[in-house]
């Protein structure tokens, strides 16, 4: 085997590992938590589905692979609770350390590929990455409200917590955004989320 296939492969394997980073969010039929992988997949659905719905044009492939990317650092970082206020202290210097190793693992166009998208969707200064990452916010939104307040009720978490956490999907869709609001108004008068 030659040497690009061999660090192609060891970086397929070691990725392998997002499918045992479990998150906060409860699958739709509540029976247990996702994982990673799970997430990573279902974001990149929504990009197919809901991109007539970001505010200026996005290329659906890009976000496609931001969204695929954009948690394989919770590998080593493992997965941050979006209300954990303490954890998210050091979340960046986690995840940035998590990334050279874990990209650096591909040959180094790759790499290089791989680390660009991550990067830019952390800085979120593109409408590619704008869409992505309020889709990362809508989906976890989505989970908790179709759980009748899911990980809010669980944890404690306020309205006011999850309108400011969720807010960035206004950054990337007017539209999701009202949609996500919808949401939160509802919950809190149904008692999924305290007022």
Partial sequence: MDARLERQLDFIVEIDKLKHVMRQSPLCDGSRKENDAEHSWHLAMMAMILAEHADEPVDVGRVVKMLLIHDIVEIDAGDTFAYDDQGRKDQEEREQKAADRLFNLLPDDQAKDFRALWDEFEEDDTADARFARALDRLQPLTLNYINKGGTWRSKGVTAAKVIERNR????????????????????REKGYIKP
């Fill in 168 to 187: 960035p999907i206004e950054d990337g869709s007017a539209y999701l955004w009202r949609h996500a609001k919808g949401l939160i108004e509802d919950a």
